[in-house]
């Protein structure tokens, strides 16, 4: 049983057809940026009745005409990419091992728990569901645990760690490694390697903020001082020239969500 489980994973991974359900997932992730990007822009110019954060891309995506049938394209897109990051961590990185290895396949499995929140709050918003509870509610039952103040503190270091690394992804340019060979060479590639910089840098920022916020939440042991990306980008609107900070990781946003189209084109895995 085992054996043939692991002959259709490496079937799905091989085959033309999952390539190209990997596209349409990278592309349905890359419009959910575009979304956040802009909202991020419009909180940057005051206007502040949206959330800048994949539930608030997503509800704006359902306000357009056939908005619940791109909300349930949106939720498939991500269940293709929650399959092949699983399919990775279980089967993939057959040139790595020790460390190194289980580094990767952790990263896989995190990545996959990303695609599948923003694929569950599709398919609930296409429901009408909306979404379930804030962050700090979250983070308040788990502050009620046993050691939770500590757990808090420990998610918010990982999700600072997780953020740096995507700041040096975009320092080093190894996100260069995500596209194929021949996609980042004349000036396309070379709009496709700016587009990697400048997404990779303003979500990394982003990123960390939002861990910053859940290490502040378990220093002060307040919930509500913790907060996803939309108050990350709350906290940089507050900080002086905050709007100007924030139109720059709006943009930055944005051409994260183009970077992934360039990913979708050029795809390599």
């Known amino acids: 049983m085992q054996q043939r489980a692991e002959r259709a994973g490496r079937g799905a991974q091989d085959s033309e057809w999952f390539d190209q359900a990997i596209r349409a997932g990278l592309v349905a992730y890359g419009v959910v940026h575009l979304l956040i990007g802009w909202l991020a822009l419009q909180l940057a110019f005051g206007d502040q009745d949206g959330s800048a954060s994949s539930s608030g891309a997503l509800q704006q995506l359902a306000e357009q005409p056939f908005g619940t049938v791109m909300l349930w394209l949106v939720g498939v897109g991500m269940l293709v990419l929650v399959l092949w990051r699983l399919l990775d961590a279980a089967m993939g990185h057959p040139d790595e091992d020790g460390a190194k290895l289980w580094g990767k396949r952790a990263i896989d499995v995190l990545k996959a728990l990303v695609y599948a929140s923003i694929g569950i709050s599709a398919v609930r918003t296409a429901m009408g569901s909306g979404s379930s509870g804030g962050t700090d509610s979250t983070t308040a039952k788990v502050m009620d645990l046993p050691a939770g103040q500590w757990l808090v503190g420990l998610i918010g270091l990982g999700v ?103 990913r979708a084109r050029h795809l390599s895995r």
């Not at 060979?181 to 590639?189: E, I, L, Q, V």
């Not at 303003?202 to 907060?227: P, R």
């Not at 100007?244 to 360039?262: D, E, H, K, N, Q």
Request: hydrophobic fraction near 45%; proline fraction near 2%; aromatic fraction near 12%.
């Open 160 to 262: 600072i760690v997780y953020g740096a690394n995507l700041v040096r992804q975009a320092y080093t340019e190894k996100f260069r490694e995500k596209i194929a060979a021949g996609g980042t060479s004349g000036d396309t590639g070379t709009a496709y390697v700016w587009f990697g910089k400048a997404g990779y840098t303003a979500k990394g920022i982003a990123i960390a903020v939002v861990g910053g916020l859940f290490v502040y939440a378990a220093v002060t042991h307040e919930a509500k001082k913790s907060g996803g990306l939309d108050q990350a980008l709350h906290t940089v609107l507050e900080q002086p020239f905050g709007p100007a900070l924030l139109t720059l990781m709006a943009l930055g946003i944005i051409c994260y969500g183009l970077f992934s189209f360039a």
